[in-house]
C-alpha cells in the first residue's frame, strides 16, 4: 500500500464521531472475562460472543474499526461470512493484534517487554489476506518504586518501532500501544512524568525506525491517578493533564489518538474523553479503542444465553452511542440515564 493509502486509512478509523472497537482478547483474557459471567471459553463461545458485537444494527454509525485476535479472523458468522467481509459490508474496517503478548524483562525485575518480532512479516502477509487493514502491538509499562527503568522503556520502544516499520512495508497502518499502567498508589503527577518519558523514547525509536508518523496511530493511557491513590484525580484535571502530555510529546502529523480504557469504568472513559474533546481542537483526532469500556455491559447482559443477545447488542450500542457522543464533546449524563 502506498502512503497515502496508509494515510487515507488512518483518517478512516478515527473519523469525526467514530472509534475503535478492541474485542481482540487473547485466549487467556477473554477466559477470565468470561469466568465473570460464569461462561466456559470454547471456541463456539467466543464465536457467538464476537458475532454477537459485529451483527450490532446500527453500531458502525460510530465504530469505524474493530481489533481481532489471531483466532477470531479466521472465523465465521453462523451464515457463513468470514468475520473480516462481516465488518467490511458494514463499511467497518478489521484490525488484528498482532503482538503475542508480554514477558518478563530478563534483569529487571517487575518490568516487562512485548514478543512477537520473529516471523513477523510473514504473519502481516497472512494478515492483510485476511482482510486486515491495521495492526496493533500492545508494551506495557508499570508504575512502581524504582520503575519503569529506561531500560525497559527503551526496550519497548525500541520493538513498537519495529513493528510498526514491518506493518506500513506491508501496508497495514500500525496502532503503537504504549500502556502505561493505572495500578498502583502513585500519583497523576509521577503518571504525567512516566507517559512523557515513555512517548518521548517512542517517537524517538519510530523516526529512527523511518516510520511514516501521518500513516500510523498512537494508542496511549490517559493521564490518571494511580489505582490505589488516596487522592483521585477527577475529569477536568485528567483531561488537561492527558491533551497537555500529548502535546508535548506527539507529533501533529500524527493523524489520531486512540485511547485505551485500562481498567476505568466504562462511564469515566466515556466521560475522560468528552472532556478532553471539550478543550478544543488539537493537532489529532482524540478518539477511543475501549475493550472493556465497550464491551463490560454487553458481556453482563449476555451470559451466554443467546436468548440475551438482543439485550447485550443494545448495551454495546448505547456504549458505542455515548463514546461517539464524547468524540464530540457531546456527551452527558443525562444520556446515560436515557437507556437505564
Ligand atoms: P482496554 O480498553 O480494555 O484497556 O483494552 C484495549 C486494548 O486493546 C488493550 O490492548
Not at 464521531?17 to 468470561?34: Q, W
Not at 474496517?93 to 517487575?110: N, S
Request: charge should be negative; include cysteine; charged fraction near 20%.
Amino acid at each position: 500500500m502506498s502512503q497515502r493509502n496508509l494515510t487515507h486509512v488512518a483518517r478512516a478509523i478515527v473519523a469525526p464521531g467514530k472509534g475503535i472497537l478492541a474485542a481482540d482478547e487473547s485466549t487467556g483474557t477473554i477466559e477470565k472475562r468470561f469466568r465473570s459471567i460464569g461462561v466456559e471459553s470454547t471456541e463456539e463461545n467466543r464465536r457467538a460472543y464476537r458475532e454477537l458485537l459485529f451483527t450490532t444494527d446500527g453500531a458502525g454509525e460510530f465504530i469505524s474499526g474493530v481489533i481481532l485476535f489471531d483466532e477470531t479472523i479466521r472465523q465465521r458468522a453462523a451464515d457463513g461470512t468470514a468475520f473480516p467481509e462481516l465488518l467490511d459490508r458494514q463499511g467497518v474496517i478489521p484490525g488484528i493484534k498482532v503482538d503475542k503478548g508480554t514477558t518478563a524483562l530478563a534483569g529487571f525485575p517487575g518490568e516487562k517487554v512485548t514478543e512477537g518480532l520473529d516471523g513477523l512479516d510473514g504473519r502481516l502477509g497472512e494478515y492483510r489476506d485476511l482482510g486486515a487493514g491495521f495492526t496493533k502491538w500492545r508494551a506495557v509499562i508499570t508504575i512502581g518504586e524504582h520503575i519503569p527503568t529506561g531500560t525497559c522503556i527503551a526496550a519497548n520502544a525500541e520493538a513498537l518501532a519495529r513493528f510498526a516499520a514491518l506493518s506500513q512495508q506491508a501496508g497495514l497502518v500500525p496502532i503503537v500501544e504504549p500502556e502505561v499502567l493505572m495500578d498502583g498508589a502513585h500519583t497523576i503527577e509521577r503518571c504525567h512524568e512516566v507517559t512523557a518519558a515513555t512517548l518521548t523514547a517512542v517517537f524517538a525509536a519510530l523516526r529512527e525506525h523511518r516510520v511514516r508518523l501521518d500513516g500510523m496511530l498512537l494508542k496511549p493511557n490517559m493521564v490518571l491517578s494511580g489505582t490505589d491513590c488516596p487522592n483521585q484525580a477527577g475529569v477536568g484535571e485528567v483531561a488537561e493533564a492527558t491533551v497537555g502530555c500529548l502535546r508535548d510529546s506527539v507529533p501533529a502529523s500524527v493523524p489520531g489518538i486512540v485511547f485505551l480504557s485500562g481498567g476505568q469504568t466504562d462511564e469515566a472513559a466515556t466521560a475522560h474523553l468528552d472532556a478532553m474533546n471539550r478543550l478544543g481542537p488539537q493537532p489529532w483526532q482524540l478518539s477511543f479503542s475501549y475493550g472493556r469500556a465497550l464491551q463490560a455491559p454487553a458481556l453482563k447482559a449476555w451470559k451466554g444465553d443467546p436468548a440475551n443477545a438482543p439485550s447485550a447488542q443494545r448495551a454495546y450500542y448505547h456504549r458505542a452511542r455515548l463514546n461517539g457522543a464524547a468524540r464530540h464533546g457531546r456527551y452527558s449524563d443525562e444520556m446515560e440515564a436515557a437507556a437505564s
